[in-house]
T-cell receptor, first 110, second 119 residues
């Protein structure tokens, strides 16, 4: 987790967009991932992006990748209260396991 | 979609006893599974890589004799916490590698986690 950095907390109002940022260190990572964790639960894959892509959009989710700066972001459009959770950025290591950031706790207020 | 079942979801045990946690891939075969540990408000720390039919690969600092991993079939890996102590209390999460439908993205599907409390 030390190689992947995320801000720890983000608060937005319902209906606004949320942007969660992440920096990683392994330039050889071929895939980067975003997972969502609700309280007391496991991790749910939200989306992933291949390293030769700059952007990927999937419904309300948009992932931006700046490979030069090793910066990844997740934008959630029209954020809902059900989006409140912890969001983890992850890079895949050489052994195919994932290295996770510490997670960003997203709070959506009415 | 791919489902990973983890059992038990919660377990409370006395210090000195052993606890087994099971991780099953329900609709796909997983030659490789990963065990993670998560402390409150912390990230997931990789403990070990479980390989079907061979010994697990442990991360630095993880005691292999304390955390026994067995991957006897393509759909089941078990983690046994031996002689548990209060400091072993944590949230343990398993994951299995599933490429189906993801074009080589090596997507990991996670179990729901097991909350271990050692008294």
């Amino acid at each position: 987790g030390e190689d992947v950095e995320q801000s720890l907390f983000l608060s937005v109002r319902e209906g606004d967009s949320s942007v969660i940022n992440c920096t990683y260190t392994d330039s050889s990572s071929t895939y980067l991932y975003w997972y969502k964790q609700e309280p007391g639960a496991g991790l749910q894959l939200l989306t992933y992006i291949f390293s030769n892509m700059d952007m990927k959009q999937d419904q309300r989710l948009t992932v931006l990748l700046n490979k030069k700066d090793k910066h990844l972001s997740l934008r959630i459009a029209d954020t809902q209260t059900g989006d409140s959770a912890i969001y983890f950025c992850a890079e895949r290591n050489s052994g195919y396991a994932l290295n996770f950031g510490k997670g960003t706790s997203l709070l959506v207020t009415p | 979609g791919a489902v990973v079942s983890q059992h038990p979801s919660r377990v409370i045990c006395k210090s000195g006893t052993s606890v087994k946690i099971e991780c099953r891939s329900l609709d796909f075969q997983a030659t490789t599974m990963f065990w993670y540990r998560q402390f409150p408000k912390q990230s997931l720390m990789l403990m070990a890589t479980s390989n079907e039919g061979s010994k697990a690969t442990y991360e630095q600092g993880v005691e292999k004799d304390k955390f026994l991993i067995n991957h006897a079939s393509l759909t089941l890996s078990t983690l046994t916490v031996t002689s548990a102590h209060p400091e072993d209390s944590s949230f343990y999460i398993c994951s299995a590698q599933n490429d189906r439908g993801h074009s080589g993205a090596n997507v990991l599907t996670f179990g729901a986690g097991s909350r271990l409390t050692v008294l």
